[in-house]
């Protein structure tokens, strides 16, 4: 299967990968596993997507807000991979935190937005274990942060 004919197929535009803002690296191989810290949601043009699910957004903007956070994943683990893909054997887990309201209750649809992303570019190879938590708040004030484990061939 090629991830990046299914990029294309599914109107997916990858980011560009950027550097961490603090004491971290956004990616760490060991053995044959790769790590990827959580990414925030922004937009296409970088722009945070900030605010609360169920005060600032809706349930249907959050996932838009997850599926983000997954190309964000896909764009580090492109730039650690020296743009090649076709390594990654499958993905593990995602874990979704979604900023949300104390009445809020609907985190797994939001990061359901991460998941079938992940699944529309790497197809049987992209299902993954999960967690979907919600935070009282995330840093810079986003609305949804997703990191990712990657098995590698």
Not at 22 to 29: H, I
Not at 68 to 92: E, F, M, P, T
Not at 122 to 130: A, I, P, V, Y
Request: glycine residues 8%; charged residues 20%.
């Amino acid at each position: 299967m090629n991830f990046e004919e299914n990029l294309k197929k599914n109107n997916l535009n990858l980011p560009s990968a950027t550097d961490p803002v603090g004491s971290y690296v956004a990616t760490k191989e060991i053995g044959k596993f790769l790590y990827i810290s959580g990414q925030i949601s922004n937009d296409a043009n970088g722009n945070l997507i900030k605010g609360k699910l169920g005060k600032d957004f809706n349930t249907d903007q959050g996932y838009q807000a997850a599926i983000r956070c997954a190309l964000n994943i896909v764009s580090q683990a492109k730039k650690h991979l020296n743009g090649d893909l076709s390594k990654i054997k499958s993905c593990i887990k995602l874990t979704g935190f979604v900023n949300s309201t104390d009445n809020f209750n609907e985190q797994p649809k939001v990061i359901n937005g991460a998941s079938d992303t992940i699944v529309k570019i790497f197809g049987e190879k992209g299902m993954h274990t999960r967690a979907a938590v919600s935070a009282n708040s995330l840093p810079l004030g986003v609305a949804v942060e997703v990191d990712a484990i990657f098995e590698l061939n």
